[in-house]
């Protein structure tokens, strides 16, 4: 009996190609720009001083630039780098440069468990900042009150066993009332052994009924029991 939904976004409910093809090179593309005009602000200020943190030198302000975009063509999940990040895509969603893309299987089914009293969850890489904005700026509207709260990897590791237990205590719910959604194997394996009901969407291809995880390409193809 599910009480509750625990999803991932990219491959999930959104594009894999809207974070490769859209964000980050709008986060490459205005990074420079961005911190040269906003390096005073007290949201950024913090950051660059961290950056200098974390390479144990004084940067400029150039070399801050450099190093950031280093971090970001190398794909580090560096704190500092991740809230810049967060920062310059709320600028190109509130400037209408780009909408969050969310599958309309995906957009409709969420819509659909909320109103048969389902709590929803997020649990991504992507920090919960960067989530909520993705998800506020949809071609569907603003879908953040759709969800009952957000998850980013300072609860753990995605491919961790611990951090799913982690969400489960957080939430206050028995594992085995929470289905975790997902389109990474070693994903649904971590979460399937802190017991967590899973599966696995595999939107590109074929589900295949021999998987360690049962198998839908869309959300319209997923079923489960809530009494």
Not at 21 to 45: C, G, I, M, T
Not at 128 to 134: N, P, R
Request: charged share 25%; aromatic share 10%.
């Amino acid at each position: 009996m599910i009480k509750a939904i625990v999803t991932d976004i990219e491959g999930t409910t959104s594009s894999i190609l809207f974070v490769k093809e859209v964000l980050f090179p709008y986060a490459r593309a205005n990074l420079a720009d961005y911190v040269r005009s906003h390096a005073a602000d007290p949201q950024v200020k913090p950051l660059l001083e961290d950056v200098c943190k974390e390479v144990g030198e004084q940067l400029s302000t150039g070399q801050i630039i450099t190093q950031l975009i280093q971090w970001l063509d190398e794909d580090k999940k560096v704190t500092p780098l991740k809230s810049l990040q967060g920062l310059i895509w709320e600028a190109g969603y509130r400037q209408g440069d780009f909408k969050g893309h969310l599958y309309p299987d995906a957009a409709a089914h969420l819509k659909e468990w909320k109103a048969r009293g389902l709590d929803l969850y997020i649990y991504s890489s992507g920090s919960v900042y960067a989530q909520k904005l993705l998800f506020a700026h949809t071609e569907y509207g603003d879908l953040t009150p759709l969800f009952s709260g957000y998850f980013d990897t300072r609860i753990g590791g995605k491919k961790e066993q611990s951090s799913y237990e982690n969400i489960a205590g957080q939430l206050e719910t028995p594992a085995s009332q929470l289905l975790f959604l997902s389109d990474i194997k070693e994903e649904l394996d971590a979460a399937k052994a802190a017991g967590f009901e899973t599966i696995w969407l595999t939107r590109d291809s074929m589900p295949d009924p021999q998987a360690e995880h049962r198998q839908v390409n869309s959300f319209d193809q997923i079923s489960f029991a809530t009494s």
